[in-house]
């Protein structure tokens, strides 16, 4: 059984271009995250729910674009894909307890945008 | 705003050798954690640190967190093969809300 799975494991599309990568965790928690990272490693945080509602929205243009049907899933949405893009995206998740807030990784989604 | 900084950026040690990687907070933090990052893999939490100048010990690694609470160190004693890889300390101001992650310290150990 995997905890967090991402579809798909790698998209490669042309610059311009519209997609989605879909997220899943099955492990009951209640928040869930996005993560980007570049080529040199750096692995910054673009979004977090907490129970379906948006709570960390870090400077990300507004062509991404998460949505939260509910507490186990957590999509992005690229609009107009750019070269910048290219990137792998993770999906995490964790339970939001004082101090447990250990993050669990999907196995992320590898982009490049040509 | 907060930034979390690490040393080395890369490693290379020699089987058997031992690893440290620091890892600095420019703000007083609540707890910290550590991750592991396997060669085209993703991020495994190791541990969480949240007192005062606590250690832990997992086996060969030793966590330790400062006594300000604003830097933390991951030490391998004698290096594997098995522990080649990305380690990331992420640092939280607010118990967990939003962990800002360090650059990481690239590992590669020698047979």
């Known amino acids: 059984d995997t905890a967090v799975s991402q579809t798909p494991k790698y998209l490669v599309t042309q610059m311009g271009n519209d997609k989605s990568i879909k997220c899943e965790q099955n492990l009951g928690h209640d928040t869930m995250y996005w993560y980007k990272q570049d080529s040199k490693k750096f692995l910054k945080i673009m979004f977090s729910y907490n129970n379906k509602e948006l709570i960390i929205n870090e400077t990300v243009p507004n062509r991404f674009s998460p949505k939260s049907p509910d507490k186990a899933h957590l999509n992005l949405h690229i609009n107009s894909l750019e070269l910048g893009d290219s990137a792998v995206y993770f999906c995490?998740?964790?339970?939001?307890?004082?101090?447990?807030?250990?993050?669990?990784f999907g196995p992320g989604t590898r982009l490049l945008v040509l | 705003g907060q930034q979390v900084m690490q040393i080395p950026q890369y490693q290379h040690v020699q089987e058997g050798e031992d690893f440290t990687t620091y890892c600095n907070s420019s703000t007083t933090l609540s707890n910290i954690q550590w991750y592991k990052q396997r060669p085209g893999g993703h991020p495994v939490f190791l541990i969480q640190?949240?007192?005062?100048?606590e250690v832990k010990k997992q086996k060969r690694l030793t966590f330790q967190f400062g006594e300000a609470k604003k830097n933390s160190s991951l030490h391998i004693t004698a290096t594997q093969t098995t522990d080649v890889g990305t380690y990331f300390c992420a640092g939280s101001e607010n118990y967990g809300q939003n962990f800002v992650f360090g650059p990481g310290t690239r590992l590669s150990v020698l047979p």
């Open positions: 640190l949240v007192k005062s100048g």
């Open positions: 995490a998740s964790s339970q939001s307890d004082l101090y447990q807030e250990t993050q669990y």
